[in-house]
Each structure stands twice: as structure tokens, then as C-alpha cells.
């Protein structure tokens, strides 16, 4: 596609439930990226890939996250268990490959748990 | 680890006139890249300017310059003749050229306000 597109842009869940966000990247990009955008913070890195697999997974804040890329193409952020703490906006990022410097960013999910 | 300090939260300049972001990083490497991006309303990360960390001269864009010191490891943006359409969070970002290559380190972010 032209960008990278998320969905869905706003997402209302109730505490406790399970929540998959999806990032579709610009078309040709073998490298993905997960961010996590906190009210009034900066930007955390979640994961990456590069294709289908996922090198650095540090970021990943507890075993509830989860996120897993098929077809070298979309790629889906699972949250199970939703806290209110998870409440954020999970920004999407792809590139030509990990080692190309330039990334672009979706426009995010907003996250709310209530 | 490393670490992007802004310790401005917010920022505001008259139309037209010179605005300074400051950015100070803390790594053990020698080669990285540096980045500034925007972030309006609209939540989209936008990328301002770019400086790998091996070349000294300062980077470039239009209106947006940086002032690289890479032995005090501080990463400045300036704007200058400011729009209204620069008013959006202006994050500095680190990326290691090392085995954790792959992700990008923000800073808190800098709000930015052109005032018309």
C-alpha cells in the first residue's frame, strides 16, 4: 500500500479481555516494528521483525503481549488479559530492512481499557 | 543501554522566527544514527532529519538543521523562518549500527508551538 495502515484506529476494551491490533506495511518492507506510546511519554519499543521472524523481542512488557508476522506482510499485536495499564497508543513502523535506517510509522492504535 | 534525554516538555516560538530542541543521548558506541521526528495531531510519525554519527558535518533539511556534538553527545534541531504547521511533539531517537540494530530509542518528546 501507499503507507503503513493500522486498524483499528480506536479500540474501547474491558479489563480483562484478550485485544489483536493489525499493522499492514508499506508493500516491499521486510522489516516491522512495534512501539507503545504511553499518555505524555515517549515512544517504547515493543518488538521487530525482519520477515517472519522476530530478533528482538525485548521490549515486549509480560507474556500477555504477543505478536506475530505471516507472509512477510501483516503483522498482529495480541494482548491477552487487558489491563488498564495497557491503555496506550501502539504505534506500527515498517522499512526496507532492519539495517535501512529509515523508518514510517502508522498512524496507531489508540488502546483504551476500561 | 542507551538512554535519549529531552529536557524541554514544551516549547513555543513566534511565526517566522528560530526555534532550538535539545537532545543529549548517553552510548558506549561509536557509530549510530540520530534522528528527529514529528508527531502532529494526527499521531503519525513523521521523520524531520537524519545524521550518522561517522560524519561531521550537520545535517540538512530546508528549514531544519541539527547541531551534532558527538563528543558531548547532544543532538540539537533547530528550525528556522517557523510555520504554524510545525507546531506537533518532536521526538529525538537513537539507533544503534550494532546488534541492536533493529529499533529505534525515543526520547520523552517536545511539544512544540507556533504562535501565528
Known amino acids: 500500500g501507499a503507507g503503513v495502515s493500522q486498524s483499528p484506529s480506536n479500540k474501547v476494551t474491558e479489563k480483562g479481555k484478550d485485544v489483536e491490533l493489525r499493522c499492514d506495511p508499506i508493500?516491499?518492507?521486510?522489516?516491522l516494528y512495534w512501539y507503545r506510546q504511553s499518555l505524555g511519554q515517549g515512544l517504547e519499543f515493543l518488538i521487530y521483525?525482519?520477515?517472519?521472524?522476530?530478533?528482538?523481542k525485548s521490549g515486549l512488557p509480560s507474556d500477555r503481549f504477543s505478536a506475530e508476522r505471516t507472509g512477510g506482510s501483516v503483522s498482529t499485536l495480541t494482548i491477552q488479559r487487558t489491563q488498564q495499564e495497557d491503555s496506550a497508543v501502539y504505534l506500527c513502523?515498517?522499512?526496507?530492512?532492519?539495517?535501512?535506517?529509515?523508518?514510517?510509522f502508522g498512524q496507531g492504535t489508540r488502546l483504551t481499557v476500561v | 543501554a542507551q538512554t535519549v534525554t529531552q529536557s524541554q516538555p514544551e516549547m513555543s516560538v513566534q511565526e517566522a522566527e528560530t526555534v532550538t530542541l535539545s537532545c543529549t543521548y548517553d552510548?558506549?558506541?561509536?557509530?549510530?544514527?540520530l534522528f528527529w521526528y514529528k508527531q502532529p495531531p494526527s499521531r503519525q510519525m513523521i521523520l524531520v532529519i537524519r545524521q550518522e554519527a561517522y560524519k561531521q558535518q550537520n545535517a540538512t533539511e530546508n528549514r531544519f538543521s541539527v547541531n551534532f556534538q558527538k563528543a558531548a553527545k547532544s543532538f540539537s534541531l533547530k528550525i528556522s523562518d517557523s510555520q504554524l504547521g510545525d507546531t506537533a511533539m518532536y521526538f529525538c531517537a537513537f539507533r544503534s549500527s550494532g546488534t541492536s540494530y533493529g529499533k529505534l530509542t525515543f526520547g520523552q518528546g517536545t511539544i512544540l508551538t507556533v504562535h501565528p
Open positions: 521483525f525482519q520477515g517472519n521472524s522476530a530478533p528482538d
Open positions: 552510548t558506549s558506541e561509536n557509530n549510530y544514527y
Open positions: 508493500s516491499g518492507h521486510t522489516a
Open positions: 513502523a515498517s522499512s526496507l530492512s532492519a539495517i535501512y535506517t529509515e523508518a514510517f
